[in-house]
């Protein structure tokens, strides 16, 4: 009888609830755009799929960000706002998941070793924005904007993906690669054909906030690849980080099958290594074809570390410096003056590699409101100004003062607004971090990236399978690259690398043996 009149009560709440959400969407489809009520729904559906299969909506995510660029391209803007924010909603919904299953008892937590400076850097942006007295607006979307993507490394760790998972998701994220890599080689080949078609160069606003500036194509037509990620460098960037990943299992195979001399695993590492040698095949013409030059040095610099640190290769060392001679003897025979070379149409490879160290670009840089003006700008009148805890979070250097338009610091200190003096941005993601947070801010950032690195090189050395050795190589040679590019551009805000920067040190985490780093600091 009891459980009868249960069953009744549940059915008229759930005929209840219905007809609240039928009559709230009624109400939407009279008074806002058409296109809001099947955004929501789908959104409402969405929301439940991902709290029932969180990994599985995570796995989904990860292949999705290479492509949204150019898919959010042919969006109206009615929905645009919509659409863009489904992943980072998607990111804070399993947040939500995880801290339900915490309070309601139905998961312990598991520690990690970022908690502790995780925690710390939480109680410096609050002090900064405190201090600095940030409307509580703008400090809630600078903060969000620092540590939106830090959150996937905890919410990896806590749902703690199996070994089977995180290879699925790592075959599937090299295809995406190959895939990027082979449209930008398509891309190169079709003289400049596919870029209207490829570019999003529409800028969207929502209010008074910048949701994407667009991306004006300043470079020659045809020049520069960018596959479906909107700007070369993101498209370089991308493909860097996870080549460093193939390099490494390139030659952890190498070593597992030696020692354990099975024909069945050398039949397995043939075909692993066919496979990454079409990646590379494919990923290093395209890597070249960005003419970015912080994904080169960030990817040799990745590689080098590890063939010559990690698995000691005379040959790849010998292979560089046999690349430096040659490089020397160009710049001897060919009489070209480094110190002047400035970009300008129909640059060469060459020219453009050489531009990194051309004096006069430099000088061109630092009057122009580039890169080299902040860098000597930032600790000379930012830091100066705020030591400790910096301007506040959203004020300054980074997507969210530029998507604000928060001019507020910049006037104080008598600064042009960012690069070029109009965009909000520094092009410098460690000097933005110290801009906005402080000295305090700076060093803890840099304390959770030293603890990333160290426990993907625990991985490296002490993974139980081929398969984490190579991840752990992987991804510490990666953490190298991405230190780089760090300081050349705010790859750690850009989705389409941040969120694969964290999500790959929890997947690092994941994987070490019992008792290796997980539990202290």
Known sequence: MEAAVASDRSRRILLLASGALLAFLISLQLFASAWLVPIVVLALVGAVWAVRHP????????????????????????VYVFVRYVPEILIYCLVALVLWRLASGRARWHPSPLDVPFAIFLVILAASSLINAVPPFVAVLGIRQIIRFILLFFIVRQLEPDQAYIRRLTIALFGVAAFEAALGLIQHF?????????????ARQFSDITLTSGVSEFWDPGSRVFATLGRYDRLGEFLGFFLA??????????????????????SRVRLIRRELWWLLALGIPALVLTYSRASWFAFLGAALFIA??????RRALAAFLVAVALLAGYLVFSKLNVSVIVEEPGQTLAERFFETFSYTRWVSEYYGLGRLYWIVETPRAVVRSAPFFGVGPGQYGGGAAAALHRTAAYDRLNLPFGVYG?????DNNWFSLWGETGTLGLIVFLWMFALLFRNAWRLAHRGTDAFSRGLGAGYAAALLGASLIGFLSTAFEIRTFGFYLWLCGGFVLCLLPAGVGKKRV
């Open 422 to 426: 109009t965009d909000g941005y520094i």
């Open 245 to 266: 990943f193939a390099v490494a299992f390139l030659y952890q195979p190498l070593a597992s099958a030696a020692s354990s001399g099975a024909r069945a695993a050398w």
């Open 190 to 202: 079709a003289g400049g054909q596919l870029d209207a078609f490829l570019l999003p160069s529409a």
């Open 308 to 313: 010559v640190i990690l698995y000691r290769d």
């Open 55 to 78: 990994l599985t909506a995570l796995f989904a995510l990860a292949v999705y960000l290479p492509f949204e660029p150019l898919l959010l391209k042919f969006l109206p803007d009615a």
